[in-house]
């Protein structure tokens, strides 16, 4: 007998609502940032955390580079708000960029007093170090493992409050939403198979991004944007989805990052011919250096875009895994190598079989980061009374078209307590819960789960589709793009949606099945994968990492704009809003000069 589909036993798991006053949904940076926010405004208030993997094993863990903050004396807040607004290519929120260059100082601090070993100067203040599209060094660093002792600090401390419950390895499946207001999730306990329902008078996402939808990636493989396709399935549009960013230094075959601290501590990148190219492509002359906001230190959008010219221009390395470029750290010397960034001799070492100590690093341009996500204000709230996002899988919007390396984890930080603390005040004062309604959506969803087997005649593979949509993103999606393309790529991922629908899976298993779970993942990246593409296809412009070679210029008349996509039963439906602009009026992108 097929377990799932026995709905009577799924309607029978329903007697036990479980209930919080909030439901975090996520155990990464963010999601821990906002539960410890939560229950330190209101230490009365039952707080939970659901990560569909152990908290530890987030995505977060992986970041390697540092943490945006001014701290130091020849530093200011206005010289970052600057720097994050140009990176943005003017499409960030004004006043948001504020807040989160205001507030991030004391994120980072408060880190440290929980234990975050940041790296020292030697006279033991804080060590910064550049970063790509910074004017001034002033990103924190704990070596080059950042996420891990970022991560580690923030579960340890969750560690200490007893109302903090976790549901390690429960996979959210849908927000429940009744009478306007979001109350709940429901959600598969792994270990058991079984279909739950957790009540809350508040939910914040937290369950980061969705890199996955290609196939060369950075991101691990649990980064498959289930938060913005719950939350788009509720109703709240996903926010500049178009902007995908490109990180230009990934390695080959495996898209293992190299940080950008490698170009930070002085890496360079050259071509087949040894000549640093960044200099052909209006990122300045390569002496004297470092010259910050230049060359290497170039932003992200602009030097994975040159690398795809110097191909064209037959100037790349051609390797098993497709072209590449090398980055060379040699004339660093191995004491700074094992000082600063020890971890990318190990990887280059391990996935390269290269020691960068003794040769350059084989590197190309991987998919790393999404610009858009959740559409929320400035303290996280989305359009649903209840519902808060923050993180990557937000869009609340400091990153515009093109974010800077080491914003993001300052970002989790900043919005993620932001997002807490306003999710206290509301679950404050909403107090009731429509608990038979609420009972009555999650046996439905627990039906639809039960339903997803295919053993009514599914024939359609999961992995097949996935590889066809990765493909789709790739070819349709990627650096440069054009109408054809695009719409091509809508085409290809309407199709996949109507195939989603006759898939068959194998394993009849209820614990830890994770074919279901991959069927789940990829039901998930299929409403993004579309976001991406029809969002991408409506901005008949070229801004940061959006470049369509059918329209090569930004234009702030008609695009000065966040691109909402809405989903329905059919294409997504494309609306526009208005950037908050303040005080730094949109001007012309420069670097190297
Ligand atoms: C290799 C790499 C290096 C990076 N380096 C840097 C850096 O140096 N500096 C910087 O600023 N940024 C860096 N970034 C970006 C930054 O690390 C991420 O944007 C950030 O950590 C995201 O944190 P998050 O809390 O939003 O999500 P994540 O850390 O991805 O956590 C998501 C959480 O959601 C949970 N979840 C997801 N779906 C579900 C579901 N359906 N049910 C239940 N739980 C779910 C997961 O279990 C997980 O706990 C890097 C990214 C990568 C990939």
């Not at 950042?146 to 579960?155: A, D, K, Q, R």
């Not at 996949?496 to 614990?511: E, K």
Request: aromatic content about 6%; some cysteine.
């Amino acid at each position: 007998m097929n377990p799932w589909q026995n709905t009577n036993s799924a309607a029978d798991q329903m007697h036990e609502m479980l209930e919080h006053d909030i439901l975090v949904i996520g155990g990464g940076a963010a999601g821990l940032r906002a539960a410890i926010a939560a229950v330190q405004t209101n230490p009365r208030l039952n707080v939970a955390i659901v990560s569909k993997v152990y908290p530890m094993r987030s995505h977060t863990v992986s970041a390697e580079g540092g943490a945006a903050a001014v701290i130091k004396s020849n530093d200011s807040l206005e010289e970052h708000i600057n720097d994050t607004i140009t990176g943005s290519d003017w499409l960030a929120d004004q006043d948001v960029v504020e807040a989160f260059v205001r507030e991030a100082p004391d994120e980072l601090l408060q880190l440290e007093h929980w234990g975050c070993p940041w790296s020292r100067e030697p006279d033991g203040s804080i060590a910064v170090r550049p970063f790509g599209g910074m004017t001034i060094e002033r990103t924190w660093f704990a070596a080059d493992k950042v996420g891990f002792h970022l991560l580690h600090t923030l579960f340890q401390t969750s560690l200490k409050f007893e109302s903090l419950t976790r549901y390690d390895e429960w996979f959210a499946t849908k927000l429940l939403v009744e009478n306007g207001r979001c109350q709940g999730v429901s959600a598969i306990e792994l270990r058991t198979g079984e279909v739950r329902l957790l009540l809350a008078k508040a939910v914040i996402l937290c369950t980061g991004g969705a890199g996955r939808i290609y196939p060369f990636t950075t991101n691990g493989a649990i980064k498959t944007g289930d938060g913005m396709a719950m939350a788009y399935r509720a109703g709240v549009p996903l926010k500049d989805m178009e902007f995908v960013q490109y990180h230009p230094t990934g390695l080959p075959g495996t898209g293992i990052l190299i940080t950008e601290a490698a170009r930070g501590e002085g890496g360079i990148l050259v071509n087949k011919d040894g000549y640093r190219y960044l200099q052909d492509y209006g990122m300045g002359p390569p002496d004297p250096w470092p010259r910050l906001r230049a060359m290497e230190l170039g932003p992200r959008d602009k030097i994975s875009q040159a690398f795809v010219h110097e191909m064209r221009k037959g100037r790349t390395i051609a390797g098993p895994y497709g072209d590449v470029v090398h980055l060379d750290v040699r004339h660093l010397g191995e004491t700074k190598i094992d000082t600063k960034i020890p971890f990318v001799r190990e990887l280059a070492h391990r996935y390269a079989g290269i020691d960068p100590v003794h040769e350059p690093i084989p590197v190309r341009p991987v998919v790393h980061y999404m610009m858009g996500g959740v559409h929320t204000d400035i303290n996280g709230a989305t359009p649903i009374a209840g519902l808060y996002a923050a993180g990557e899988s937000a869009c609340v919007s400091i990153n515009g078209a093109n974010r800077l390396g080491s914003n993001s984890l300052t970002e989790c930080l900043v919005f993620g307590a932001r997002a807490g603390r306003h999710a206290a005040a509301f679950a404050a004062h909403h107090r009731s819960l429509d608990r038979a309604a609420l009972a009555a959506q999650a046996r439905d969803e627990a039906k639809r789960v039960a339903g997803l087997d295919g053993t009514d005649g599914g024939t359609e593979r999961i992995a097949m589709l996935r590889t066809e949509m990765t493909r789709a993103m790739e070819e349709g999606t990627g650096i440069y793009r054009d109408e054809g393309s695009l719409s091509k790529a809508c085409d290809v991922l309407r199709t996949l949606r109507d195939r989603f629908a006759r898939i068959r899976l194998d394993d009849r298993t209820r614990s830890f099945n994770t074919e279901l779970i991959a069927a789940l993942e990829l039901e998930c990246m299929l409403d993004v994968a579309e976001a991406v593409a029809h969002s991408a296809l409506a901005r008949t412009e070229s801004r940061g990492s959006h470049q369509r070679t059918d329209h090569p210029k930004r234009d702030d008349a008609r695009f000065l704009k966040h691109t909402l996509a809405y989903s329905t039963d059919g294409a997504p439906r494309i609306d526009y809003l208005d950037v908050v602009i303040t005080r730094w009026p949109p001007a012309e992108r420069v670097y190297g000069r």
